[in-house]
T-cell receptor
Framework: AQSVTQLGSHVSVSEGALVLLRCNYSSSVPPYLFWYVQYPNQGLQLLLKYTTGATLVKGINGFEAEFKKSETSFHLTKPSAHMSDAAEYFC?????????????FGTGTQLKVEL | GAGVSQSPSNKVTEKGKDVELRCDPISGHTALYWYRQSLGQGLEFLIYFQGNSAPDKSGLPSDRFSAERTGGSVSTLTIQRTQQEDSAVYLCASSSQSSSNQPQHFGDGTRLSIL
């Protein structure tokens, strides 16, 4: 069974500073990994995904993530935070073994961006 | 183009009543998923439909929960004899196929409150 751990339920950064949101996963098969963002009263929006190939994945809004198999990590980064980045971020792993595409989510990280 | 549409956006009902939540996926998407987002449990998978195959109901928390998908498009999630612990945001997602590497597109959810 897959699992996802997001360290830090709340992260606060200054506008213009580096954003680093941590995600570690557990999977018995090569994982497919996703980062989603959720703004208040909205659904989840896909930021980026890793399936196969290049381990550094670029997504929307200047975010990127690097898949590190040796560390079982898929941390999300952005070089310079913007006020509009304030939201909740979820890391997820896809359940390949069971067929379909059931996602197992982490508990989320609330990102606050301060002036 | 049109995204995943969910209705109602908010639902308040009394304990013991039945509720129906509706999801209209993106046109042409064959896979449809229901998730529940609650404070205590985070984001949980409920049920998954793929084309005409039997649904994967492994995430439904009790037999009070059921879902159907008519004509391979619109889906209805039904909760019978609602309990206070059913209060949550119910999210629907669809994807173009059930492959594990396909991203899911989420609706804005239905916020269910049980009095």
């Amino acid at each position: 069974a897959q699992s996802v751990t997001q360290l830090g339920s709340h992260v606060s950064v200054s506008e213009g500073a580096l954003v680093l949101l941590r995600c570690n996963y557990s999977s018995s098969v090569p994982p497919y990994l996703f980062w989603y963002v959720q703004y208040p009263n909205q659904g989840l929006q896909l930021l980026l995904k890793y399936t196969t190939g290049a381990t550094l994945v670029k997504g929307i809004n200047g975010f990127e993530a690097e898949f590190k198999k040796s560390e079982t990590s898929f941390h999300l980064t952005k070089p310079s935070a913007h006020m509009s980045d304030a939201a909740e971020y979820f890391c997820a792993v896809s359940d390949q073994a069971g067929g379909g595409n059931k996602l197992t989510f982490g508990t989320g990280t609330q990102l606050k961006v301060e002036l | 183009g049109a995204g995943v549409s969910q209705s109602p956006s908010n639902k308040v009902t009394e304990k013991g009543k039945d509720v129906e939540l509706r999801c209209d996926p993106i046109s042409g998407h064959t896979a449809l998923y229901w998730y529940r987002q609650s404070l205590g449990q985070g984001l949980e998978f409920l049920i998954y439909f793929q084309g005409n195959s039997a649904p994967d109901k492994s995430g439904l928390p009790s037999d009070r929960f059921s879902a159907e998908r008519t004509g391979g498009s619109v889906s209805t999630l039904t909760i019978q004899r609602t309990q206070q612990e059913d209060s949550a945001v119910y999210l629907c997602a669809s994807s173009s196929q059930s492959s594990s590497n396909q991203p899911q597109h989420f609706g804005d959810g239905t916020r269910l409150s049980i009095l």
